[in-house]
């Protein structure tokens, strides 16, 4: 596969306001959740096990945070290129994601920001569903090239 | 001193079972950096992003991370959850049970059972092939809490994630909710 050139987005160019590309990923199947527990070393029986995870009075196996926080890096590092950095990713699950889900990422950037000579972006970040908007809620701060930088 | 009391989860693992008031004595402590069994290696990196289908090159490819600032390969946030051991089976459990090497289990509470609710990442650097990582944490807070999975408290850990040359690349603030198995209302469909 040929490789891709090295595209930038930077700093100067960011419009507060903007959407960024949303991602979407789905429907999760069972093989799709033990494959992600095999991948993670995260063999949490709520993760892989149907009848534990309504045990447990969840609806049904549920992706873990660090899936989640993957598809946001994801979403985040698509839009900002090779030489961003993701500075910060918080986010907050609401509704689990279980099996058959589709998720879509998206973002929108909220603020610009020079600080210690870094070039920062804060953006709102989350993950939809297809039967319920913003199941996972989060906020990121990027790194940015500028312009302006010798390197 | 009084007897350790441990439990063990389905998951297999182990809880030291306390007070509440045992467990906020704990709040501010923090643990000594511990290297991680494993590596980062180009096939953890890799089994990372196949879970969650992203195509960025920089994960990918050697020759394309030449080309930009990180001069190679790197690894996303979430490999260093693969620098751990899988903890299914282990020589060691022939023996009697260890209790699960994090403050979330090793705080003393009345919860058996774990969930995660909320996370902060925050990445200095990027982890790349071949590095080793060592990490310490250190315990944040205990806010008693109840849903409908049960009766118990937000704990919440924040990791330091450091390179063989002892520069902290990540830290990990993460809050799960420990609870006590059979304490809670279950889960309601919405009408």
Redesign the interface.
Same mark, same amino acid.
């Given at each position: 596969m040929a490789?891709?050139p090295?595209v930038n987005t930077w700093y100067e160019d960011v419009r507060v306001g903007e959407e960024i590309p949303s991602i979407s990923?789905g429907p999760l199947s069972h093989t799709?959740f033990l494959?992600?527990a095999?991948?993670?070393? +995260?063999?949490?029986?709520?993760h892989h +096990?149907v009848e534990?995870a309504?045990e447990?009075?969840?609806?049904d196996i549920f992706m873990?945070?660090?899936?989640?926080? /993957?598809?946001l890096?994801?979403l985040v590092? /698509?839009w900002a290129g090779?030489?961003s950095?993701?500075?910060?990713?918080?986010?907050?699950?609401g509704r689990p994601v279980v099996r058959y889900d589709t998720v879509t990422g998206r973002g929108v950037v909220t603020g610009k920001r020079i600080e210690n000579g870094e070039h920062l972006v804060d953006l709102d970040v989350w993950l939809d569903k297809q039967d319920a908007e913003k199941a996972t809620t989060g906020w990121a701060t990027v790194v940015l090239?500028s312009r302006g930088d010798t390197? | 001193m009084s007897e350790v009391v441990l439990e063990t989860d389905?998951?297999?693992?182990v809880y030291r079972i306390g007070t509440e008031e045992e467990g906020m004595a704990w709040v501010g402590r923090e643990t000594e950096p511990v290297e991680q069994p494993y590596p980062i290696d180009v096939e953890h990196i890799e089994?990372?992003?196949?879970?969650? !289908?992203?195509p960025?090159?920089?994960y990918w490819?050697e020759?394309?991370?030449r080309?930009?600032?990180?001069g190679g390969r790197i690894a996303?946030?979430?490999v260093i959850?693969?620098t751990?051991?899988?903890?299914?089976w282990r020589p060691e459990w022939l023996e009697s049970p260890r209790e699960t090497p994090t403050l979330f289990m090793t705080v003393p509470l009345p919860g058996n059972?774990l969930?995660?609710?909320?996370?902060?990442?925050?990445?200095? !650097?990027?982890l790349r092939p071949g590095d080793r990582v060592s990490k310490s944490e250190k315990l944040v807070s205990i806010v008693p809490k109840t849903f409908?999975?049960?009766v118990g408290h937000h704990v919440t850990v924040k990791a330091f994630f450091r390179n063989q040359r002892g520069e902290v690349c990540i830290t990990d603030s993460?809050t799960i909710f420990r609870y006590k198995?059979g304490t809670?209302?279950?889960?309601k469909?919405a009408a």
């Open positions: 490789l891709p090295v990923i799709m494959f992600i095999s991948s993670h070393h +995260d063999w949490y029986p709520g +096990d534990y309504r447990q009075g969840l609806p873990n945070a660090t899936w989640q926080h /993957g598809l890096q994801r590092c /698509g090779p030489n950095i993701p500075r910060k990713i918080k986010y907050r699950m090239p390197k | 389905p998951a297999g693992y089994h990372f992003v196949e879970g969650i !289908q992203d960025n090159p920089l490819s020759e394309f991370g080309k930009t600032r990180w996303p946030w979430g959850v693969l751990g051991e899988h903890k299914v059972r969930l995660a609710t909320d996370y902060e990442v925050e990445c200095f !650097q990027p409908r999975v049960g993460r198995f809670g209302a279950g889960y469909p």
